[in-house]
């Protein structure tokens, strides 16, 4: 007998008993299908949960001024994209296996991209297209010509609008979300940011505006406005939005990260991982960029994320539940850099490889228990969407095992509940047959959409087994897949070109106020300087010798991306100048925004270019309560030279 026909025969022996013990009586009525278990997706969430991953493309006025948030006082004669190419990102996106974009129609500067009349701050008032231009619609346009699916992103904090923070800013706010969505077509998310409230522009006040955000806005009315227009659309962050913030923007979800969270404003504890058994679907979003910024910095060139670190980024979000929207920011010209290029094609190709073929595809299933034959073991591997295996109502702990075809490798598996009925498996375990005996090979909490698990090397194994060791209600599982990473083509790295940045190679430090301020110095992100958190009147101090005076334009702040309990970036900054190290002067202080949650390059600019040799930086509190301040590196920049176009 042949080791295919004996395999064969030794599983339908098992599927038959397995059967035989659960299987209605000739003639009985047809086993239901199980009740829903706790909170189920919406439909619209259903589709978004299908989409996995998609792009995010940050682009506006603070492309041209090099800042992550803009105050909101920009000219809108600044941008000015010197060959916007919505064909090559979109292009760049799919290739990298995105399935959608999110476009930035306005960030907290308030500049609009589309031509709307409701503010003279827009693209209207622009030298692109001597005015006539549309970003958004032509981000739009581009996006459905490649088969991808269309999001907006409007920044509910506006820091240009006069009105901010009274009544008549969220009657003007709303009526940008109309404009939004029924200008653009069908969209499948809305992206309204949590950043709201602060110091701004507003109109030439240039105060400080603090809001109840969830009074302020009625969230439930706008999120109904754009159901209202936009059935389809997921709404993003807020409480009784249809997706939740992971809680943080390193692209790393929760493990587990369950799609469900309790009835009450979001809690950044538990949004990283969810609330198991919670009464929203809620699910998460896990967002990054391929960057350490939102928006494009020359300086970065050098930093994009390698098509290895994406694959992780895949397995940290996507293989926990989650969906990655993955930020791809274009630069100046308006196209994405090629590096940025080079980097999604590895990825997308790779990705695409390793999940061409199911390796499970052609294997034999049994199980101890089977619901009966419409929720047989065998539905796992059908493909199919709206299949699922299943058992008796009080079976809640039962195994399934697949009989695999010989000689087939793998590393990954991916395992998928029928969401319509809930997230009902708690905790579980993956075994593998190899040489007659059985090893565990993972055991997790959590698979609702999905879980990929990565084993450490391939794995050639007779028999699979799933599983299932603890669980409310009966188990509905739609899919048991397995697959070999195919690893991506290295991508090589970027020299920094950059002219304007002055190299720290010269710097020293000259003082400070705890030891080990020089990995703020070996441009390093990797490294940091740790300090005890500032007290009242004892600030952290660090004093920088340039090693000659240079001519500046401003510095740079990185925060340290290390996970490191109870440490935190610095709120705020005072830094003074100096060319003999004796007589100084301010040259600039105030806030570093959405550092604790962004962890981006903070590059701040001086009012005008400042002569100097040192640079004495202090800091006096956290971003957010820790008992230690991190910071990777400190570096500055010189004034840029504008050629002539």
Known sequence: MTEVSRRRLLASSVAATATAATAPALGATRQPA???????????????????????????????????????????????????????????????????????????????????????????????????GDVVGEMERATRRAGLDFGLYLSPWDRNHPEYGRPAYVDYFRKQVVELCTRYGTLFEFWFDGANGGDGYYGGARDTRKIDAPKYYDWPSIVALVHQHQPMACTFDPLGADVRWVGNEDGVAGDPCWPTMPNHPYVQSEGNSGVRGAPLWWPAETDVSIRPGWFYHADEDSKVKSPERLVKLHDESVGRGTNLNLNLPPDRRGKLADIDVAVLKSFGTAQAATFARDLARGAVASASHARGPSFAPAKVLDGAADSYWSTPDGVTTPSLVLD????????????????????????????????????????????????????????????????????????????????????????????????????????????????????????????????????????????????????????????????????????????EISTDGKSWREASKGELPNIAYALATQRIAFEAPVATRFLRFSFAETAIPARRLAIAGIGAFRPRIVQAR
């Not at 909170?39 to 589709?47: F, G, I």
């Not at 005996?437 to 959590?446: D, I, N, P, S």
């Not at 050639?460 to 188990?475: G, K, S, V, Y």
């Not at 090589?492 to 430090?509: C, F, H, L, M, N």
Request: with cysteine; aromatic share 8%; charged share 20%.
């Open 404 to 575: 695999l075809p010989p000689g087939r490798a793998f590393d990954l598996i991916r395992l998928r509940e029928y969401l319509p009925l809930g997230v009902r498996v708690t905790r579980f375990a993956v075994d593998a047959e190899v040489g007659g005996q059985w090893r565990e090979l993972a055991q997790h909490q959590g698979i609702g959409a999905q879980r990929i698990i990565r084993l450490a090397e391939p794995v050639t194994a007779r028999r699979l087994r799933l599983r299932i060791l603890e669980a409310p209600a009966c188990p509905a599982i739609r899919e048991v897949a397995l697959f070999r990473q195919v690893a991506p083509v290295p991508v090589a790295p970027v020299v920094e070109s950059d002219a304007s940045i002055v190299p720290t190679a010269g710097w020293s430090i000259a003082a400070a106020s705890a030891p080990g301020a020089e990995a703020l110095l070996d441009t390093d992100a990797a490294t940091r300087w740790a300090v005890p958190a500032p007290r009242p009147g004892m600030p952290a101090l660090v004093t920088i010798d340039l090693g000659a005076t240079e001519t500046l334009a401003g510095f740079s702040l990185t925060p340290s991306r290390a996970v490191m309990a109870d440490t935190a970036p610095p709120k705020a900054y005072r830094v």
């Open 34 to 132: 199980p009740r829903p278990w706790g909170a189920t997706p919406s439909k619209r969430q259903l589709a978004w949960h299908a989409r996995e991953q998609y792009a995010f493309v940050h682009f506006s006025i603070n492309t041209f001024t090099d800042r992550e948030w803009g105050y909101g006082d920009e000219d809108p004669k600044l941008f000015d994209p010197t060959d916007f190419d919505p064909d090559q990102i979109v292009a760049a996106a799919k290739a990298g296996g995105m399935r959608g974009i999110i476009l930035t129609a306005k960030h907290h500067d308030g500049f609009c991209l589309w031509p709307t009349m409701l503010t003279e701050h827009c693209i209207r008032n622009s030298p692109y297209k001597a005015g006539k």
